[in-house]
């Protein structure tokens, strides 16, 4: 069974920030500090993802005005392809409810149609395929990505104005 450890000190992020340095490219990141202050904002929140006993990845959720931007999701490495990323996401949905996230366009390569695949399998729909994600400071670049949820979304501007906004200081 998954749960969610609710992570709210410096020192259980240490495998986690690894992880997170290693998996996602640098454009698609925090740096260390950027990271390390995600748990004084009241609005994000740093899930270890355990498998009974076992941490098996992270998430990093933000609560949005309407719904949970999903930043990022990784299971670790050697508890892929064991279907604990579709577990997750159920028990996410059922969790936190109305979820949205982004993710590379689909064109892109082989890897990025996968993590769209999934996505859609597991119950998300593309929403937009024209959005800009904000660079995530001095030296890297903003990305083309596209913005999934497994909802029905009125706005879809609306939601990008707030990842902007609270997400991205921008």
Known sequence: ???????????????????????FPE???????Q???LLDNPD??????????THVGYVILWKLENCHYLEHFEVF???RNLKLGSQILTELKDKFGDIVLESEPSH??????RRINFYLRNGFSIISEDYIQPSYG??????????????AVDNVKE???ELHSKVYQF
């Open 35 to 37: 990271f390390l202050a």
């Open 27 to 33: 454009d698609e990141r925090r740096d260390e500090d």
């Open 108 to 113: 892109l390569d082989e890897m990025a149609e």
């Open 159 to 161: 939601i990008e104005t």
């Open 1 to 23: 069974m998954i749960w969610f450890e609710e992570l709210q000190t410096r020192k259980k992020l240490s495998r986690i920030y690894v992880a997170y340095e290693t998996t």
């Open 138 to 151: 001095p030296g890297k670049n903003s990305m083309n990505l596209f913005i999934l949820s497994n909802f």
């Open 77 to 79: 490495e050697e508890f």
């Open 44 to 53: 994000s929140f740093i899930y270890a993802l355990k498998n009974d006993e």
